[in-house]
C-alpha cells in the first residue's frame, strides 16, 4: 500500500536560513509526489508536484523538491527562509491503483516554526 | 477562478447531535473529495466522487456518516450521530483532472 513518511513533526529555523523538510514515501512504481502548504485555519495550498521527468521541481513561493528514487525521498528545500514561511507542510503522494485513482495520500506534516 | 466554498468555517455541537457541511466546487470539476484531518495529522480521504457518483467511499464510517453530490454539482457531508472523535478539520476538494486538487478552507467541528 502507498504511504508517506514525514521523520520531523516540528522543525524550527532563523529567518534567512536554508530549509530542507524530509519525505520519504512507499510505492512500488514511479509516484506522483506532491507538496502541500497549510497555513493556521486555512485550506492546502499546492506547493510543487513531481509527475515524471526532471527530478528536480521547482514551484511556488521560491521552494524545490528533488525526487531520489533510489532513497524513495521528495525533500523540500529553500534556500532562504522567510517568516511568512510558517506553516504546516504536508507531502502527499497519489494514489494510482484501485477506485481511488487521483486520489492523495498524504504524511502527518511538519510544522515549520520561523525565528526572527 | 472562483476557489472551492466551504460552510460552516466553524460547528460546535454535542455528541450524538447531528450535523451537516456543504461544499461547492471549482465551476466544472467533475470529481470532488472530502477528507478529515485530526489535529496533528494529515488529510484523510472520506469519500470521492466522479460527477455524481462515488469512486471511493472505504474510509467512510458508515453507520455515522453520509455524503451526497447532487446533479453532480454541489455536496453534502452528514454525521449523525457524532462522536468525541469526529472533531476535526473537514476539507472539501475538486478536481477537474487527476491529481491537481484544489482545497477549500474547511469546516472545524468540534464535537462536546
Known amino acids: 500500500a502507498q504511504s508517506v513518511t514525514q521523520p520531523d513533526i516540528h522543525i524550527t529555523v532563523s529567518e534567512g536560513a536554508s530549509l530542507e523538510l524530509r519525505c520519504n514515501y512507499s510505492?512500488?512504481?514511479?509516484?506522483?509526489l506532491f507538496w502541500y502548504v497549510q497555513s493556521p485555519g486555512q485550506g492546502l495550498q499546492l506547493l510543487l508536484k513531481?509527475?515524471?521527468?526532471?527530478?528536480l521541481v521547482q514551484g511556488i513561493k521560491g521552494f524545490e523538491a528533488e525526487f531520489k528514487r533510489s532513497q524513495s525521498s521528495f525533500n523540500l528545500r529553500k534556500p532562504s527562509v522567510h517568516w511568512s514561511d510558517a506553516a504546516e507542510y504536508f507531502c502527499?503522494?497519489?494514489?494510482?491503483?484501485?477506485?481511488?485513482?487521483?486520489?492523495?495520500?498524504f504524511g502527518k506534516g511538519t510544522k515549520l516554526s520561523v525565528k526572527p | 477562478e472562483a476557489g472551492v466554498a466551504q460552510s460552516p468555517r466553524y460547528k460546535i455541537i454535542e455528541k450524538r447531535q447531528s450535523v451537516a457541511f456543504w461544499c461547492n466546487p471549482i465551476?466544472?470539476?467533475?470529481?470532488l473529495y472530502w477528507y478529515q484531518q485530526i489535529l496533528g495529522q494529515g488529510p484523510k480521504l472520506l469519500i470521492q466522487?466522479?460527477?455524481?457518483?462515488?469512486?471511493?467511499d472505504s474510509q467512510l464510517p458508515k453507520d455515522r456518516f453520509s455524503a451526497e453530490r447532487l446533479k453532480g454539482v454541489d455536496s453534502t457531508l452528514k454525521i449523525q450521530p457524532a462522536k468525541l472523535e469526529d472533531s476535526a478539520v473537514y476539507l472539501c476538494?475538486?478536481?477537474?483532472?487527476?491529481?491537481?486538487?484544489?482545497f477549500g478552507n474547511g469546516t472545524r467541528l468540534t464535537v462536546t
Open positions: 476538494a475538486s478536481s477537474s483532472t487527476g491529481f491537481t486538487l484544489h
Open positions: 510505492y512500488g512504481a514511479t509516484p506522483y
Open positions: 513531481y509527475f515524471s521527468g526532471d527530478t
Open positions: 502527499a503522494v497519489g494514489a494510482t491503483s484501485g477506485g481511488s485513482q487521483g486520489n492523495l495520500i
Open positions: 465551476s466544472g470539476h467533475a470529481t
Open positions: 466522487f466522479q460527477n455524481n457518483g462515488v469512486v471511493d
